[in-house]
């Protein structure tokens, strides 16, 4: 049984608390936040589970053989890293950490010290997004031409980092999963509505080596909520809605052909195809429940982590490049430059 600390016990904390209370092959056995008033929400639901205030009683904790960090971000490094040192398997909310120095610290920390190192990027554990891989590796898409998501709500103001590191960290990892490249370029604008605060709305445009582009709009001051990502291939596109209760997944066998024009062989026509669509099943089983397994399975054998420190660094080092190119005004900025 692997015994599971949980520091931050705010608002996604519970979930991550409820869920390895649910799973197999683990035990909570600490939970720890500063807040005392959070703690005694703890202690009504969870009897047997130990609380504390120090996130260092936690970590000397010998009953706890992993911790799950769901603090503020810019805790994540200085958490994960005392965890890590005192012998801890770590999973760390996304994203990993406030750049991507931290993030490399860290997986050079557990790999050292033959520890795991895995990151909580929720939509990797969800069915959509499995589905959405499966079908672009097996190249049901076809050649991938775009990534284009709409991510936005009358959504919490942050404190500790911009709307990109908020909402956008989503779409990057979704993007880290499915495709089978990555961006080598971005340009990003965004701006704050709330003096002294993050950006607060922000769009951001992913170029790769290839013909494909992508593009993340995010905002938390849209009047209404939008999680909607269309992937868009050569042979079908598909639509990603994760407010549909249902069908969240809609494949369209969609697209254009080019044939050559009647008078003049080296103009192109523009065809249409306008085939059916179908929404596929998707496993419909809470992603943080699938991902509780697995980070248990990680610990318990040798499994590496779907989501592990390298796709946790990936992810960051995007958002540095987003954000120092928001910056400048969207000027472009290389993706290899950043933290190198
Ligand atoms: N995976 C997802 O879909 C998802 C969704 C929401 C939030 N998150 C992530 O979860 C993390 C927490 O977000 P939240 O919205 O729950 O924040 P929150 O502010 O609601 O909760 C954070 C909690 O951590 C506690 N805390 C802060 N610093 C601490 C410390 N040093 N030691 C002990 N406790 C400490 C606070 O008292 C608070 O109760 C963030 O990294 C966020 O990006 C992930």
Redesign the pocket.
């Known amino acids: 049984m692997i015994g599971i600390g949980v520091?931050?016990?705010?608002?996604?904390?519970p979930n991550l608390v409820r869920n390895f209370s649910e799973c197999r092959g683990a035990a909570v056995r600490t939970v720890?936040?500063?807040?005392p008033t959070?703690l005694q929400q703890v202690e009504r639901r969870y009897p047997g589970v130990t609380v504390t205030?120090s996130?260092a009683d936690l970590c000397d904790d010998p009953s706890v053989d992993a911790v799950v960090i769901?603090?503020?971000?810019e805790?994540?490094f200085d958490?994960a890293m005392q965890a890590l040192r005192a012998g801890k398997h770590v999973l760390v909310?996304?994203?990993m950490a406030s750049s991507s120095q931290q993030a490399a610290r860290l997986i050079d920390e557990a790999a050292a010290r033959k520890l795991v190192l895995m990151v909580?990027h929720?939509f990797v554990y969800t069915g959509a997004v499995r589905k959405m891989r499966e079908l672009t590796q097996a190249g049901e898409l076809g050649e991938i031409y775009y990534y284009d998501s709409v991510r936005i709500n009358l959504g919490?103001f942050q404190h500790d980092v911009n709307v990109l590191w908020?909402l956008a960290v989503?779409d990057l990892s979704i993007m880290d999963y499915v495709l089978d490249q990555r961006p080598v370029a971005v340009s990003a604008t965004g701006l704050s509505h709330v003096a002294g605060r993050p950006q607060n709305i922000a769009y951001l445009t992913m170029f790769f080596e290839s013909n494909m582009i992508a593009h993340v709009h995010v905002n938390w001051l849209s009047p209404v909520k939008v999680r909607r990502t269309l992937l868009g291939g050569s042979r079908r596109m598909v639509m990603f809605d994760d407010l549909e209760a249902s069908e969240k997944l809609k494949i369209y066998d969609r697209g254009i052909s080019l044939n050559p024009g009647h008078e003049n062989k080296y103009q192109m026509l523009v065809g249409y195809r306008t085939g059916d669509m179908w929404a596929p099943q998707v496993a419909v089983t809470e992603a943080l429940s699938a991902e509780a397994s697995h980070f248990v399975e990680c610990v318990t054998g040798s499994v590496t982590p779907t989501t592990d420190g390298q796709a946790g660094l990936r992810v960051v080092r995007l958002l540095e490049a987003a954000s120092e190119s928001m910056a400048r005004q969207g000027q472009l900025v290389s993706v290899e430059a950043v933290g190198a």
């Open positions: 520091i931050g016990y705010g608002y996604w904390g720890c936040d500063r807040e959070r205030t996130a769901a603090t503020p971000v805790h994540h958490l909310e996304k994203p909580d929720t919490l908020d989503h």
